[in-house]
Nanobody, 127 residues
Framework: QVQLVESGGGLVQTGGSLRLSCAAS????????MGWFRQAPGKDREFVAA????????RYKDSVKDRFTISRDNAKNTIFLQMNSLTPEDTGVYYC????????????????????WGQGTQVTVSS
């Protein structure tokens, strides 16, 4: 089992940047592919970015592809989401999630594939 704790959210103006972190408990962090999702008020949770167990593969939602970067540090049991050029459409609660998998190079975008979720961190982008 793994517990996930997100941090780094906040209020930022349009065009600004934020870096989210997700710290995972447990000694088997490298057995999990990881992902970031977000949920805006009144909307369903949506995929944002994912990274494989080794970090060799990543996947992004089209609208964030050139602005966000997902990364991981397996030695520190942490993943990151660097978000640049933020817009009000990026506003929402951001969740990290862990997918226990035997595949080392697969980054997963499907919500249902993830086994564990964090509590979320609020990101608000003002216009």
């Amino acid at each position: 089992q793994v517990q996930l704790v997100e941090s780094g959210g906040g209020l930022v103006q349009t065009g600004g940047s934020l870096r989210l972190s997700c710290a995972a408990s447990g000694r088997t962090f490298s057995s999990y592919a990881m992902g970031w999702f977000r949920q805006a008020p009144g909307k369903d949770r949506e995929f944002v970015a994912a990274i494989s167990r080794t970090g060799s593969s990543t996947r992004y939602k089209d609208s964030v592809k050139d602005r966000f970067t997902i990364s991981r540090d397996n030695a520190k049991n942490t993943i990151f989401l660097q978000m640049n050029s933020l817009t009000p459409e990026d506003t929402g609660v951001y969740y990290c999630a862990a997918d226990y998998t035997h595949y080392t190079t697969v980054a997963v975008s499907a919500t249902g594939e993830y086994d564990y979720w964090g509590q979320g961190t609020q990101v608000t982008v003002s216009s």
